[in-house]
């Protein structure tokens, strides 16, 4: 009987064990609901307060955005920007002047118990706007000069006005129409299809197959062309101050426009791609220019220069400025369109289907020798 009644209260506190357990953990499960119910509004409100000191400390961001592009000089102005009440919180200012022309943005917001800061890169952009340009004269008179030869072939079309001359001989071959004055000062030689619409001079003429002179053609003595030489310091020093001077090969094939106007590059650019380009691209190397899009001119700066070496254009984009070369040559292939001029030191050579040239004042005015536009722009944001 002893053993019989021992195994009856085992069997009694084992399930007393078990149900005390199992009450246990219902108990722990529903003080965590009810825990989980009474944070939640707790949760809710936080979450809400936080996304409120978001916002604003990015209005507070924005604001003083809005006042350093009415006058970038507050940036180094720290009373300009104290702690301020914005919709039932607070936004704390902090701009850091990071060098004359870029400075970062710091802002702080406050609602209730939750914080938030971001941060923004502002750069004041400066593009030089010369206020007037002298009328052209010498080389700048002419839609094209060269100190070397000229030679084309295949289909060039040549109808904007203005004088081509080259110090060295003229070779148009294929089917060329010319709708300009045309100068040598050794030989011009025609062969093929070619149009000369304009006036002629040379010492000596060779002319075959359907090639014609059709307006008044003189035979004589022309002088050379002075090249000249145009002083890159000015923007040499404008690159450096505006971070858009390279001290390696560059190859751009996207849009791109430099800041202040001009990319000054110690070696090579390449160019190639359907892009944009908004702006004068100076190389102490060559550049070469490939693909569609185009190339817009800023102020009266050239569009682009090789100080010491060649151009070479292909594709078809269309160029505006003065293409320039101090001791190289320019080849150009492929269709295309210029509105400016041509000042090559070395040859010209143009084959394919070359487009319209027109004729626009080449003249350059360097950067700082007019009046300038400011504007300040977000080159980084950082929540």
């Not at 301020?84 to 400075?103: I, K, Q």
């Not at 619409?197 to 003595?221: D, E, H, L």
């Not at 002083?231 to 390279?246: D, F, I, M, R, V």
């Not at 984009?317 to 292939?333: E, M, P």
Request: hydrophobic share 35%; charged share 5%; proline share 4%.
């Amino acid at each position: 009987m002893k053993t019989t009644l021992s195994a009856a209260t085992a069997r009694r506190g084992s399930a007393m064990f078990t149900t005390l357990i199992i009450m246990g953990v219902l108990g722990l499960v529903t003080s965590s609901m009810v825990y989980m119910a009474v944070q939640q509004p707790f949760n809710v409100r936080r979450t809400r307060d936080q996304l409120r000191a978001q916002a604003i400390a990015e209005a507070g961001a924005n604001i003083a955005y809005v006042m350093l592009s009415t006058n970038f000089g507050l940036k180094d102005t720290p009373a300009a920007f104290p702690l301020t009440s914005y919709r039932n919180g607070t936004y704390d200012v902090t701009v850091s002047s990071m060098s004359s022309t870029s400075a970062v943005i710091s802002s702080t917001g406050q609602y209730n118990l939750a914080a938030a800061t971001v941060a923004m890169d502002v750069i004041n952009y400066t593009t030089n706007l010369p206020s007037s340009q002298p009328p052209p004269s010498g080389a700048y008179s002419n839609l094209i000069t060269t100190g070397g030869s000229i030679s084309w072939s295949g289909t060039v079309d040549i109808n904007g006005g203005g004088k081509i001359h080259a110090n060295q001989s003229i070779s148009l071959s294929g089917n060329v129409e010319v709708d300009a004055n045309v100068h040598s000062s050794q030989q011009i030689t025609l062969s093929g299809s070619v149009d000369i619409n304009g006036n002629t001079c040379a010492p000596s003429y060779s002319i075959s197959g359907s090639s014609a002179v059709n307006g008044t053609r003189t035979t004589g003595a022309v002088p050379n062309e002075t090249i000249p030489t145009i002083n890159l310091t000015p923007y040499l020093n404008w690159a450096q101050s505006h971070g858009e001077y390279y001290s390696s090969s560059v190859s751009l094939n996207h849009d791109y426009a430099p800041n202040g106007g001009i990319m000054y590059v110690n070696g090579s650019i390449s160019i190639s791609g359907n892009c944009t380009l908004t702006g004068c691209f100076i190389a102490t190397g060559s550049i070469s220019i490939s693909g569609s899009g185009q190339q817009v001119q800023v102020g009266y700066y050239p569009a682009f220069i090789s100080q010491n070496s060649s151009i070479s254009i292909s594709g078809s984009k269309t160029l505006q400025g003065l293409l320039y070369t101090r001791v190289g040559s320019i080849s150009y292939s492929g269709g295309g369109v210029l509105n400016g001029a041509i000042i090559a030191g070395g040859a010209l050579s143009m084959s394919g289907n070359v487009g319209v040239f027109q004729y626009n004042n080449p003249t350059p005015v360097p950067p700082g020798s007019g009046s300038s536009l400011s504007s300040v722009g977000i080159s980084g944001w950082r929540q």
